[in-house]
Nanobody, 120 residues
Framework: QVQLVESGGGLVQAGGSLRLSCAAS????????MGWYRQCPGKQRELVAS???????NYADFVKGRFTISRDNAKNTAYLQMNSLKPEDTAVYYC??????????????WGQGTQVTVSS
């Protein structure tokens, strides 16, 4: 089985920064694409940023220039550095990963989510 564990959420004032981490563990041969999604209050879950194993990156327009996604393949870990946070960034942030596991097929996994609250 595969687990994704997020950390780094919390309460921050507008203009502040937070760094989220997502560590994948379990029966893993390889972690392919990883991404961060968020679900704002009353809204659907949306993509924030994604990063391929080779490093190709995509950002949602609403975070370009403020958030940076990165990963450490040796640690099966992804990061999301969030700067210049706004109250509208308040959401539960979820990590996602495509993992080649012991079944020798790629399956998608979600983390449990971490709350980010930005006060004005």
């Amino acid at each position: 089985q595969v687990q994704l564990v997020e950390s780094g959420g919390g309460l921050v004032q507008a203009g502040g920064s937070l760094r989220l981490s997502c560590a994948a563990s379990g029966s893993i041969f390889r972690v392919d694409g990883m991404g961060w999604y968020r679900q704002c209050p009353g809204k659907q879950r949306e993509l924030v940023a994604s990063i391929a194993r080779g490093g190709s990156i995509n950002y949602a327009d609403f975070v370009k220039g403020r958030f940076t996604i990165s990963r450490d393949n040796a640690k099966n870990t992804a990061y999301l550095q969030m700067n210049s946070l706004k109250p509208e960034d308040t959401a539960v942030y979820y990590c996602y990963a495509d993992v080649l596991g012991s079944s020798w097929k790629v399956s998608g996994y979600w983390g449990q989510g971490t709350q980010v609250t930005v006060s004005s």
